[in-house]
């Protein structure tokens, strides 16, 4: 009604209840997205006014749209006379070649915004796959569809019903179904005995020495998810094959993508052999190395694996919640690693006086002395 006066505040600090602390949290890097609105999947209304002085409507998962909607990538246009699928075309045109230049990747923002649209058409294609197939894809054999109708009483009231099967990625069955593999996992075999995190670092040279002259890590999101992908199968080759730690009964992983553009996967290993508690400090640390015996892993540690500093020493950092670090450090100084009472294990974090180590870090242009108290579990 032309009464009615609405206002709309939106602030930025506030999160809904009962989520996750940082799932909301801006994202820390400049990067592009896109928002599909709407169930139906509604074409685009995308028109052409032909030089005979005619209109022609084209749909969006046609190859002609790049052309139109990236004139400056495709200034010669886009034709081809082979009919392939969306995924299969564009890998090809994203796929780096020996002794050929491909100029889409040094678009930088402008080849961010064409991957994620071309990835929207490739989506589209697929959807539009399902929704037009779903009686070769044996919709109708679901229990899903027999509930619904079961239950309502009114087969009408059902409406025309589109159901994605279990292979199609990331949809709610094909989450179901590796939920519930991981909860068997768990049934046969007890809890993990190692859960490993690892993060992709954007300084690998492996990453760096593909990168064009003049482009950073966050211009190249293809290179920084295929590096991490190998380094990924290399070291689970390195845990199952290798047996670092003991022969291994089965695995899984989940990866997942950081606020600031990284991935970072969460592992879970089961072994044949249970690790003892007085095996645990051979196989996890959470103290500063030495740096006479292994320099390497000193400088790692104290580049990747401190925390914060923050509490008293930085009010400011992320972690902190209501005055306190949500990650609950500093932690306390044990000499032995001791079993938690919810279960985890407290490691072994020595003072100076039971000849733990100690470093110095820089906070706000201050040199601050940090002991094993700030060192995360590696």
């Known amino acids: 009604m032309p009464s009615d006066n609405y206002k709309i505040v939106i602030k930025a600090d506030k999160t809904p209840a009962g989520q996750h602390a940082r799932r909301f949290n801006a994202p820390t890097i400049d990067e592009v997205a896109v928002v599909v609105v709407g169930e139906n999947l509604e074409s685009r209304d995308i028109v052409l006014h032909r030089r005979n002085d005619r209109l022609q409507r084209i749909n969006e998962t046609h190859r002609s749209y790049d052309a139109l909607q990236y004139p400056i990538i495709f200034w010669q246009g886009s034709e081809t006379n082979k009919k392939v699928s969306s995924m299969n075309y564009y890998s090809y045109h994203l796929m780096i070649r020996e002794n050929e230049d ?39 054999e679901y229990i899903h569809l027999r509930d ?36 068997s996992y768990v049934r046969h075999y007890g809890t993990a005995d190692l ?33 991490f992908r190998q ?23 989940s990866v997942e993508w950081q606020k600031r553009g990284l991935p970072h996967a969460h592992i879970l290993i089961w072994l044949v052999e249970k690790i003892r508690p007085n095996e645990v400090d051979a196989v996890i640390s959470a103290e500063i190395p ?26 400011n950092s992320p972690c902190m919640m209501d005055g306190k670090c949500s990650k609950r450090y500093p932690r306390t100084l044990i000499s032995e690693t001791i079993t938690g009472n919810d ?36």
Not at 111 to 137: A, G, P, S
Not at 153 to 160: E, F, I, L, S
Not at 174 to 181: C, R
Not at 290 to 299: G, I, R, Y
């Open 195 to 227: 859960f490993i995190t690892f993060t992709c670092n954007p300084q690998w040279i492996e990453i760096k020495q593909e990168l064009f002259p003049g482009q950073s890590p966050i211009d190249r999101h293809d290179i920084t998810a295929r590096v």
């Open 102 to 140: 491909n100029h889409i990747l040094k678009c930088r923002r402008l080849y961010h915004k064409y991957v994620v649209d071309m990835y929207v058409k490739i989506e589209t294609e697929r959807l539009t796959f399902i929704r037009l197939n779903q009686t070769k894809l044996r919709s109708e």
């Open 231 to 253: 380094k990924l199968k290399s070291l689970m080759d390195f845990i199952v094959k290798h047996y670092v730690f003991g022969e291994t009964r089965c695995w899984m992983y």
């Open 148 to 183: 619904a109708i079961n239950t309502d009483g009114n087969a009408q009231n059902v409406g025309r019903m589109i159901i994605l099967p279990a292979t199609y990625i990331r949809s709610p069955r094909h989450m179901h179904e590796y939920a519930q593999d991981a909860m």
């Open 290 to 315: 030495n740096v006479q015996v292994d320099p390497e892993l000193h400088e790692v540690v104290i580049k990747n694996m401190i925390h914060g500093p923050c509490g008293t020493l930085n009010q």
């Open 343 to 378: 279960g985890y294990p407290l490691y072994r974090r020595r003072s100076r006086v039971d000849n733990g180590r100690t470093t110095i870090v820089k906070l706000n242009q201050q040199d601050i002395e940090i002991d094993n108290r700030w060192i995360v579990p590696y």
